[in-house]
Every structure is written in structure tokens, then in C-alpha cells.
Nanobody, 122 residues
Framework: VQLQASGGGLVQPGGSLRLSCAAS????????IGWFRQAPGKEREWVGS????????YYADSVKGRFTVSRGNAKNTVYLQMNNLKPEDTAVYYC????????????????WGQGTLVTVSS
């Protein structure tokens, strides 16, 4: 059972990136997926989530309207589309899974991916 996040990199302010989270060994629909991020010197914070029950999505206020969480056609891949990126979005981004329908707090997480670094800088 593994979560593999990818797609990070260096992007200029205003640019876009799409992160991918591949879940292997987990049955689609049995877990909620969340994206979290941790900037240097800061606590890990929730970014967005997709419900395991109906696919509804939820976002932190800081990214609402700019980031979109979605499932791939294969259902075991979850994406985080990030548009209009800002320097304050710079962080290591983690995908994570939990048994609750919607996961929005680290205490709900049973499995973390390894993280992918996003740097927003000119």
C-alpha cells in the first residue's frame, strides 16, 4: 500500500502546476484523499480534499478558486491542479489518505505520501 506524489517543480508567480497522487494497493472509494503542504519553518496545513463517498471537493480559503482537486479516470489517481501560483504557495506538498469520507486534518490521516516540492519564484 503506497501513495506516490509527483509533479512538483519550480514555477514563476502566476504559473500553474499539476500534482499527481497515485494510490497503489488501496481500493478506490474506500478512503478520502487530502492534499497538505508544509512550508519551511511552518506547520503542515491542509490544502484541499476529495470525498470518498461522492467526489465532492473542499478547499482551504487560501487556495479556493485557484486550486482544484480531482480524480483520474482510473480512480486510483488524484490530482491537484494549481493555478495562479503565488510565492506563499511554496512548500512540500503531500497527498494523504484516511478512512473518513473527507480528510481535512493530519489527525485523520492513516497514510502519507512522500511529498513533492513546489517552488514559486521569479
Amino acid at each position: 500500500v503506497q501513495l506516490q506524489a509527483s509533479g512538483g517543480g519550480l514555477v514563476q508567480p502566476g504559473g500553474s502546476l499539476r500534482l499527481s497522487c497515485a494510490a497503489s494497493g488501496l481500493r478506490s472509494g474506500s478512503y478520502g484523499i487530502g492534499w497538505f503542504r508544509q512550508a519551511p519553518g511552518k506547520e503542515r496545513e491542509w490544502v484541499g480534499s476529495i470525498s470518498r463517498s461522492d467526489g465532492s471537493t473542499y478547499y482551504a480559503d487560501s487556495v479556493k478558486g485557484r486550486f482544484t482537486v480531482s480524480r483520474g479516470n482510473a480512480k486510483n489517481t488524484v490530482y491537484l491542479q494549481m493555478n495562479n501560483l503565488k510565492p506563499e504557495d511554496t512548500a512540500v506538498y503531500y497527498c494523504a489518505a484516511g478512512l473518513d469520507p473527507v480528510v481535512v486534518h493530519p489527525s485523520q490521516i492513516g497514510m502519507w505520501g512522500q511529498g513533492t516540492l513546489v517552488t514559486v519564484s521569479s
